[in-house]
Structure formats: structure tokens, C-alpha cells
């Protein structure tokens, strides 16, 4: 698979994604990485990053890192602990396949800030519905 073709195909066509700003930025076989920038406007009534735009980051990075192989995939199970707070700025996501099957993937995400520093894991479980990919 060409990878570079892949992200371009994947930041184009999740209109999800494009909307919430949300932009793959690595792709290889399994892995992932996807940064959003932060702006007040996804802050909650405490000041920082709202939980769900974690779980989007980490979502996005996930399903990018399973149909890296080419093939469809959907979410099946996630689970998110959250660690420190974010704020504004610049935020990353890195997914790394766990283990693959026929039809269940499983992969670890790290999101870290500017700093480096990790605000969240999680684990997404993907279930591989199999459609191919056309680029």
C-alpha cells in the first residue's frame, strides 16, 4: 500500500474528521499518528479539553491505524483513561496495533500534548468489516 496516498485518501474523504480539524499526519502498516489543534471552543466549563475530543483524537487514530492494511473497519469497544487535562494548543494521537485477526484488531493510543507530556490511553478494539479501500 502506498501510505502517503492513504493519508491524502483519509484527510479527504472524513468529512468528520476534516470539520473537526482533525488531520493524519503518519500512517504505516498499523500504526497511526493524527494532531488537532486545540482551541478555546473545545474547552469545557472547567478550561480544559473536553473528554470527547480525546475520544475523536483517539477514535480517528485508532480506525487510521486499522485500515491501513486497505481494508474497512469500525470501532467495536473503547475505553479511555484520562490523565491529565488538556488546554489549548497542538495535540497528538499515536495508535499502535496490539494484535490483529481475520475480523478483530486491537490498538493501544497515546495522546500527548506539545510538551510530550501524556494526557490520555486507550484501547480500541476495531472490528474488520472487510470492504477494500479503493484510492
Known sequence: MDYEKFKDYFNRKSNFSRSNGITVVKIDRGYAEVETTIE??????????????FYTLADTAAG???MSYGITSVTLDASVTYIKPGICGKIKA?????SRGRKIGV???SIRDENEQLLAKCRFTMY???KKIEI
Open 94 to 98: 499515536i495508535a499502535k496495533e496490539v
Open 107 to 109: 490498538y493501544d493510543v
Open 64 to 66: 487510521a491505524a486499522s
Open 128 to 130: 474488520i468489516v472487510g
Open 40 to 53: 478555546e471552543s473545545s474547552l469545557n466549563n472547567m478550561g480544559s479539553l473536553h473528554g470527547g475530543v
